[in-house]
């Protein structure tokens, strides 16, 4: 009742269009998502997001749901998600996009990139670990580890920085991983993806720990 009540004084809006969500419509109105800029990459295994990851063999597919572009829809459902305390968000994104995608296969592990402890602190929640639990709603016996790999470094935000200069900002920011990973499939997952320089990193420790294959899925790229 206190619920309804509060939501007749306050109505939850669309991120979007600002337009009054009705009680089946989350964070976005029906109509915003018939809008999403979805990127198809999970029906090309060749799509661009791939390409950033070619270098590193042990990754075998890469796909993001949206593209992030400035001021779109994307852009807004991530700054929510990311500095707006709506980390609701992210389980919406990943239930969304989980429909859609279909893998072939089910991964043993899910890794949500990990933030470092004091962003996590300031923040409250890690952005991808929400997109993580949504996805895994659809694979089922999919265990999500974020014990696995730790972030030691905390890097300034990579947005202004160029390519070369996101590379260099992200060495050494991760943990070493500590288990045999051999025969084990791995699923990272990723809020926004651009160079790719952050996932890399990851992906490269993943290789060291003889991750049989390992399979990117973010929730927009640039």
């Known amino acids: 009742m206190l619920l309804d009540f ?29 809008d999403l800029p979805l ?14 990851f070619v270098a590193e063999p042990s990754v075998r597919s890469a796909s993001s749901y949206l593209y992030f572009n400035e001021g779109g829809i994307a852009q807004k459902l991530i700054h929510a998600l990311k500095y707006e305390g709506a980390s609701q ?13 279909c893998l072939g296969f089910v991964p043993e592990i899910i890794v949500p990139i990990p933030i470092h402890e004091k962003r996590l602190e300031r923040r409250g929640y890690n952005q991808s670990l929400g997109i993580a639990v949504g996805l895994a709603e659809h694979f089922d016996g999919a265990e999500i580890r974020e014990d696995l790999i730790f972030r030691v470094k905390n890097t300034e935000t990579q947005t202004k920085r160029n390519k070369v200069s996101r590379w260099l900002n992200v060495e050494n920011i991760y943990s070493d991983i500590e288990e045999d990973l051999t025969g084990k499939r791995v699923l990272v997952v990723d809020d926004v993806i651009t160079t790719g320089a952050t ?23 640039g």
């Open 6 to 34: 509060l939501s007749l004084i306050y109505p939850a809006t669309c991120l979007n269009c600002n337009q009054t969500l009705i009680s089946a419509e989350n964070f976005i109105c029906t109509s915003c998502k018939v």
């Open 39 to 52: 990127t198809n990459d999970h029906l090309n295994p060749e799509n661009e997001l791939f390409q950033k």
């Open 89 to 101: 968000v992210g389980n919406m994104l990943g239930g969304l996009y989980g429909k859609l995608i």
């Open 199 to 221: 996932v890399g990193m990851l992906c490269s420790k993943l290789s060291a720990a003889n991750a049989a294959s390992i399979h990117i899925i973010c929730a927009a790229r």
